[in-house]
T-cell receptor, first 114, second 114 residues
């Protein structure tokens, strides 16, 4: 059973460019969340998608947007890249397990903005 | 606003010694998670704690939860070098029900030396 997969693994972009990151959830999972982890910090919640809609959003600007497809996979788009957007971007998928939702994290995409 | 604080942030231990990592959180939550992260890697789920007094153990690691004190501990027994990693606690946000996002602490970087 494949776990959460993300692509690409690494990415280098220039300030002002746009980037798209992709995530395929674990089999049977219908909810995808995106997190940004800056170097030396804990992950910060960006947003969550369920039933192809953004259900929750963290404290991130509108430059960060996303999409969920009918097969539950998801994309994270970042426009007008800033140097501060350099981070590890983690995708987590989840589904209901009884009374709670356990989130499984993908390997991440390392984004470097120069 | 839900905040999660871990301490210590850095921990250097000798092999064979015991130590405890603390995780305090600011508002009520119905679930607390512990994750391990190796350098450059994603998050590996260690424990999910769902109720007051919950205790879970896996090998040399034991996690407990006191919801009244809003405190979780991760106890390390007879540390070995393989435990060297960064450990994060994360608390489930109650926004939107139990599907809510995770709020992470800053992590505890553990180094176990011979």
């Amino acid at each position: 059973d494949a776990g959460v997969t993300q692509s690409p693994t690494h990415l280098i972009k220039t300030r002002g460019q746009q980037v798209t990151l992709r995530c395929s959830p674990k089999s049977g999972h219908d909810t995808v969340s995106w997190y940004q982890q800056a170097l030396g910090q804990g992950p910060q919640f960006i947003f969550q998608y369920y039933e192809e809609e953004e259900r929750q959003r963290g404290n991130f600007p509108d430059r960060f947007s996303g999409h969920q497809f009918p097969n539950y996979s998801s994309e994270l788009n970042v426009n007008a890249l800033l140097l501060g957007d350099s981070a590890l971007y983690l995708c987590a998928s989840s589904t209901r397990q009884g009374f709670f939702w356990e989130q499984y994290f993908g390997p991440g995409t390392r984004l470097t903005v120069t | 606003e839900l905040k999660v604080e871990q301490n210590p942030l850095f921990l250097s231990m000798q092999e064979g010694k015991n130590y405890t990592i603390y995780c305090n959180y600011s508002t009520t939550s119905d679930r607390l998670y512990w994750y391990r992260q190796d350098p450059g890697k994603s998050l590996e789920s260690l424990f999910v704690l769902l109720s007051n007094g919950a205790v879970k153990q896996e090998g040399r690691l034991m996690a407990s939860l006191d919801t009244k004190a809003r405190l979780s501990t991760l106890h390390i027994t007879a540390a070995v070098h393989d435990l060297s990693a960064t450990y994060f606690c994360a608390v489930g946000s109650n926004y939107g029900g139990s599907q809510g996002n995770l709020i992470f602490g800053k992590g505890t970087k553990l180094s176990v030396k011979p």
